[in-house]
């Protein structure tokens, strides 16, 4: 039987663009929904409506200038306070100016590539749980993967960054608080868009807060134990204790700490889980690319654990991985205000006019990519990579904000999958067709559910 070689479109974009109030509606239900048909032809899409502006920049060199070249007139809030910051407050992702400065310097040196590779074997025992829970199981019984990498990657940065002051009750706080917390954001970023209050009431916002208090709770008994039971003075949690203001000379306030340790809680493993996710999904609708990978894990490694000596040749994994990342990306949508007037493209915007960068879109762009709903790791071979722009792959995002745990992640995936793959196999059941559903996080609607079998040799 002929394997596919392209993923099924789901949801089937618009045919025709939609009015404003309809796309808003529609993001409010799924925002990729949203995106019709010409946003995959067009370098932007540009609507001013009820005397908002809002515009999409599809068009890989228009990116560079918001993110890298011109990022002072683009500016992360009011929008991402709005969206996240009952949850994030001040913290990294959402900060700005000196105060950001301060903090991603602080936190820069635990993420950088000779640091993360510290982190290889708690990459790799946390796929070692994951394949214990599973042997327990029924050779070829269904298993819910979204779950499963939702742990596996929480059990990571308690592991990692948090240096153990996460105990099995926070992580699943988190899993279940963080879950219901992103479910009823796409509200807040219709309100945003619209310029509407934060405090406008909306379905499902009483839930929404009280996952927030529960999410910085889980924080507070982080930082708790932590100040009890001493630890790593050189984990991000201790370089967060011990920080002082370069400004001030003072110490970080408690408050803003657990902002941050609720921004890398939720910022570190909801993106990676769902990156791993839509992995496996697509080694499962795809078995041949999932045999070749497999044959690269076990000729680089055998049956050795992973670890960091054999990172470097799992050069198709990568690719894979990557390929993963262009067609379901995680973090599939970036929101920035303009902070004064610009010109984007030609276009002249008014202060305050909502720029997005739709990355699922520049992703799946037919301008950018052939063949884009293709499945074809090569596309990340050094050769192809070579010539493309540096906005038309990212999602990472890009520029200063660029996400600062990239390397972490990639490092991650790879050590993860190359466990996993090389003690189990992946198939879809019949009628699985997972359908990407974004909630700032890019997820399976209903969840993933895959067949898994444990190998033996
Ligand atoms: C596959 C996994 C991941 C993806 C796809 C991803 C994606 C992103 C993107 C697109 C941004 C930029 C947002 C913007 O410009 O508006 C970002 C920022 C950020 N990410 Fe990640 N991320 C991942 C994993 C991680 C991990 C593992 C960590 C930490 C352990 C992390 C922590 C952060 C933080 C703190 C920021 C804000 C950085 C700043 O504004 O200075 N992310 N991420």
Redesign the pocket.
Known sequence: MAMPETIPLLPVPPKRRLSFPLLILKTISNPIASWSQDFYDEPVVFYRSLGIETLYVMDPALIQTI?LDDSDSFS?NPP?EEILGGLGGK?????EGEA?RW??RL?APL?SPPEVARFVPAFAAAASTVLQRWSKAMPGSSQPIDRDMTRA?LQ??QD??LGGSLCEDDRRAVERFGTAFLAHTVWKIAFSSLGLPRWTPHPGALSMARASSELRRVAQRVLDRRRQDGGEAAD?LGRLVTARDPSTGSSMPDSLIID?VV??LM???E??A???TWTLYLLALMPEWQERAREEVLCVAGDEQIGSQHVARLGLLEQIFQEA?RLY???PA???VTSKAASVGGIDLKAGANVL?P?YVVHRHRHLWPEPLRFDPSRFAPEAAAGRHRCAY?????????????A???L??KVMLASLLARARFELPQGERPVPFSRI?LRPKQGLRLKVTLLTY
């Not at 913290?91 to 900060?95: M, P, V, W």
């Not at 990212?394 to 990239?406: H, L, N, Q, S, V």
């Open positions: 993110l992360k991402h913290g990294l992702l959402i900060a950001w903090q991603r936190a993420f990657t990571v940065l990692t960054v991000l941050n921004t890398f910022a570190g493993h993106t990676t769902q990156a791993l990342m990306p995680p973090a970036l929101v920035r960068i990355i990212m999602p990472f995002g890009a520029g200063p904000r660029t996400c600062i745990g990239g972490f992640a990639m991650e995936g996080t």
